[in-house]
């Protein structure tokens, strides 16, 4: 079973940047499909994006033109690079493995756009 290791997230203002990171305790293969997903007090959890080592990426609409994922495969790394922070943004966000249809999860990491 691997585990996820989410780190980055923190308070920052609106129109602020931050990085996450997830740390997978082994490689990343090819057939693994990374994600990052997030939720908000009250709300249900949604995706934020995800990729393949092969490059493969989708993400959501709120997402796109401000997130960026990606993947540092010798570190086993899984990047979530946020920029131009709204309010809205704030949630626990959480790093993602799906293999074979199952998907294990980290514990996530708490983002706060706040001024």
Request: aromatic share 10%; glycine share 12%; net charge positive.
């Amino acid at each position: 079973q691997v585990q996820l290791v989410e780190s980055g997230g923190g308070l920052v203002q609106p129109g602020g940047s931050l990085r996450l990171s997830c740390v997978a305790s082994e490689t990343i293969y090819s057939n693994w499909i990374m994600g990052w997903y997030r939720q908000a007090p009250g709300k249900q959890r949604e995706l934020v994006a995800t990729a393949t080592i092969g490059g493969i990426t989708t993400s959501a609409d709120f997402a796109k033109g401000r997130f960026t994922i990606s993947i540092d495969n010798p570190k086993n790394t899984v990047y979530l690079q946020m920029n131009s922070l709204k309010f809205e943004d704030t949630a626990l966000y959480y790093c993602s493995r799906t293999y074979r249809g199952m998907t294990s999860w980290g514990q996530g990491t708490q983002v706060t756009v706040s001024s």
